[in-house]
């Protein structure tokens, strides 16, 4: 079952552009985790953010959650050529800790 | 440095032959998972295991089996039963049961002959 639905579904913008992706679910959550997946490869944790937390920052990356609305956002400041990947936010609402992924949001980003 | 290490990079079925991937971690992590990535789509959970000897079925588990014999091993075997295996599969680990972000292998693609 889908739980995360990211929007838009994909997004090309010039190098020194912000990216804002967002995230919305259904079901309430302990966290909210943003992935990145390059071409062919495993995806890459990129940040995690609490139910009790309203925004993170880690280098060029800010997320924020608002669990009111049920919905989160990542902003990619200052990006780079080498941003160009797809992103993923999960849910992580059950017992097990099970991560319900979205279906990804596809960045290019132009040199 | 510690990973996790999927084999083979791709595979190939005939009908009605089982095959196996494998899953190794040298993280020391006590959960791991297999997931089935579909072109456009997200990732759907096929089986994870929170401890050795132990594991359960996410949402599309028919078709495929899995064994946790060892800590740092997860193999899965897609079956004769799985009628559409085509796709790129992921395996993850993550510490343990709980609040974790989970660390990916590189995956495997199975096709069919």
């Known amino acids: 079952s889908q739980q995360g639905e990211e929007d838009p579904q994909a997004l090309s913008i010039q190098e020194g552009e912000n990216a804002t992706m967002n995230c919305s679910y259904k079901?309430?959550?302990?966290?909210l985790q943003w992935y990145r997946q390059n071409s062919g490869r495993g995806l890459v944790h990129l940040i995690l953010i609490r139910s009790n937390e309203r925004e993170k920052h880690s280098g060029r990356l800010r997320v924020t959650l608002d669990t009111s609305k049920k919905s989160s956002s990542l902003l990619i400041t200052a990006s780079r050529a080498a941003d160009t990947a797809s992103y993923f936010c999960?849910?992580?609402?059950?017992?097990?800790?099970?991560?319900?992924f979205g279906k990804g949001i596809t960045l290019s980003v132009r040199p | 440095d510690g990973g996790i290490t999927q084999s083979p990079k791709y595979l190939f079925r005939k009908e009605g032959q089982n095959v196996t991937l494998s899953c190794e971690q040298n993280l020391n992590h006590d959960a791991m998972y297999w997931y089935r990535q579909d072109p456009g789509q997200g990732l759907r959970l096929i089986y994870y295991s929170q401890i050795v000897n132990d594991f359960q079925k996410g949402d599309i588990a028919e078709g495929y089996s899995v064994s946790r014999e060892k800590k740092e091993s997860f193999p899965l075997t897609v079956t004769s039963a799985q009628k559409n295996p085509t796709a790129f599969y992921l395996c993850?680990?993550?510490?343990?049961?709980?609040?974790?972000?989970?660390?990916f292998g590189d995956g495997t693609r199975l096709s069919i002959l």
């Open positions: 079901t309430s959550i302990n966290n």
């Open positions: 993850a680990s993550s510490i343990a049961r709980g609040t974790q972000p989970q660390h």
């Open positions: 999960a849910t992580d609402s059950g017992a097990n800790s099970k991560l319900t």
